[in-house]
């Protein structure tokens, strides 16, 4: 069977369809690493694509660079192998102790000077695949890197109750579109919110997480 995605159009909100999922992620195909960054909550999020410097409204604040792609790991466990025979793998979890195993904690910033992933090593491979506690994703590029996001099965508290429910991960597209994924199976392809914000370089703004 052969089917089509329009990327500038929505979907959903969905459950399950998994492959459906996976041809979405097949944009990322053949886009480069650029970098990690800490987003706010102390998030990860993962750059990929072209990079673009975009000036804020505010002439007082300094430029930054965001890249075409956005990967947000949100609610998500997530561990990242880095090169084809594994010398490290990093990873977060509810459960990880300092002492755990011979590992070490490490701030999300160590990540951002030293990433376990090639600049520039292209994805090659994009997969969603459902859990029983929702979507993953597995990401492999082509220094032999891997990058898996799992659903944090963690059951919410009651002042969890009280928020909006927090996606497992988004991925935000040049198109102005952005994929949302979880709680739960249940994933959409929606329109993005976008910083009020001129990249330097004349480009169109890019869609941002927020």
């Given at each position: 069977m052969v089917g089509t995605v329009d990327l500038r159009?929505?979907?959903?909100?969905?459950?399950?369809?998994?492959?459906?999922?996976?041809?979405?992620?097949?944009?990322?195909?053949?886009?480069?690493?650029?970098?990690?960054r800490e987003s706010y909550?102390?998030?990860?999020?993962?750059?990929?694509?072209?990079?673009?410097?975009?000036?804020?409204?505010?002439p007082k604040?300094?430029?930054?660079?965001?890249?075409?792609?956005?990967?947000?790991f949100r609610g998500s466990a997530w561990w990242i192998a880095s090169g084809p025979e594994t010398a490290s793998l990093t990873l977060a979890g509810p459960s990880?102790?300092?002492?755990?195993?011979g590992g070490r904690l490490i701030p999300l910033k160590d990540l951002e000077k030293s990433p376990p992933i090639t600049p520039g090593a292209l994805v090659q491979l994009a997969e969603a695949s459902l859990t029983p506690a929702g979507f993953g994703v597995?990401?492999?590029?082509?220094?032999?890197?891997?990058?898996?996001?799992?659903?944090?099965?963690?059951?919410?508290?009651?002042?969890?109750?009280?928020?909006?429910p927090l996606a497992d991960w988004e991925l935000f597209t040049p198109h102005g579109m952005y994929l949302k994924v979880g709680p739960g199976s249940k994933w959409a392809y929606l329109p993005s919110r976008t910083e009020k914000s001129t990249p330097a370089n004349g480009d169109k703004a890019l869609p941002f997480p927020v």
């Open positions: 159009a929505a979907h959903g909100p969905t459950l399950d369809e998994a492959p459906w999922l996976s041809a979405y992620l097949q944009q990322v195909i053949g886009q480069p690493f650029v970098f990690f909550g102390d998030e990860l999020t993962m750059h990929l694509g072209t990079p673009v410097t975009v000036q804020p409204p505010n604040l300094k430029a930054r660079t965001e890249s075409s792609y956005v990967l947000t990880l102790t300092p002492d755990g195993a597995l990401l492999w590029f082509s220094d032999g890197s891997r990058l898996a996001l799992l659903p944090d099965p963690a059951p919410e508290s009651a002042e969890d109750e009280e928020l909006p």
